[in-house]
């Protein structure tokens, strides 16, 4: 039997609908990595794809492995070489590692690095656990005007920062959210902060365009019940939005975005769309010289997101609907599959005692 020190609990999804609950080694720092002290993890939609399905785009599950990649927590222990962090410091977790060697690295494009280890991708171990560990770089001190559940969500955040950044958001423009889940309303909250004055979400689920009116939606488009296309023309004056952010990951969504898009706009593509390939507005991507982006994660974002979110820019508390124990892990992720339309975002908690 393994020791106390040298074990942990963690959620180990081993296929499609099996996730389990389970004791596994702890792991140890090496050269320039902490061990950390996992306090609280967001729920993300791709962990509900893995759960579901065994999959997500290019990612199987093969062996078991443990989900996660939202996470915030304490370090308590550092590997040779660090000096930077410390026992007992706050931290959040940036969960993709480059090999900070390729021109991508070198460019400051890490996030393109063809050698980038993701957390929770698998068969990477995520932060489904007590502990994980992280290379130092790729961890933030949190502000102490944070709580954990809020600093939890900075990678998500990092998203809608990253994916405003791509299509270069000016103040006093227009944007159109497509897809009004977590992505989508942090996006708007994003795109908000950056200075956009008009801003429509669409969705076809009722309770997350009322979500998305309460934190600064000036319009929400119910596409189940009207036209899409037609809402956003009258809400635009004919013209169109110059920023559209496809958040639904439906490669429906994807084919409505330039649709909703003015000439010469932006249409930026965050979510994982259900095929790989499908029918695409070509014709009208170009009469209309649209520019269409493509969103991989994020880059030199999280600084810049716990920043947005320290002085309440971006109010994350509000999108947070449910709470559960890490103990009741394995429910946290069956309720949150089978209540899509009743959640917000699901956020795992470890609780405040030693482990």
Known sequence: MQSPTSS????????AKDLRFETVSRPKPDAGQCLVRIRANGLCGSDIHFFE????GPFRVTTPYIPGHEAVGTVVETGPGVSDLAVGDRVVIEPGVPCRKCEYCHQGLYNLCPNVVFMSAPP???TFAEYAVVDTDFLYRVPSGLSDEEAALVEPVSVG?????RASVRPGSSAVIVGAGPIGLITLMVARAYGVTQAICVDVIEARLQKATEIGAHAVVNASRQDAVSAVMDLTGQKGADYVFEASGSSAGAALSPKLAARGGMVTLIGWP??????????LIIERELNVLGVNR????????????T????????LISHRFDFSDVVNAFQFASENRSATTKVVIVNGEEDL
């Not at 399905?53 to 997500?56: E, M, P, S």
């Not at 002085?311 to 509000?318: A, C, L, M, Q, Y």
């Open 53 to 56: 399905d065994g999959k997500l």
């Open 274 to 283: 259900e095929v790989s390939e499908f029918a695409y507005p070509v014709e």
């Open 8 to 15: 942990m609990k963690a959620a180990v999804l081993h296929a």
């Open 298 to 309: 994020y880059r030199n974002t999280f600084g810049p997101a716990l920043e947005l979110m």
């Open 161 to 165: 920062v990253h994916a405003c950044n």
């Open 124 to 126: 990477v171990n995520g």
């Open 311 to 318: 002085d309440g820019r971006i109010p994350v508390r509000e």
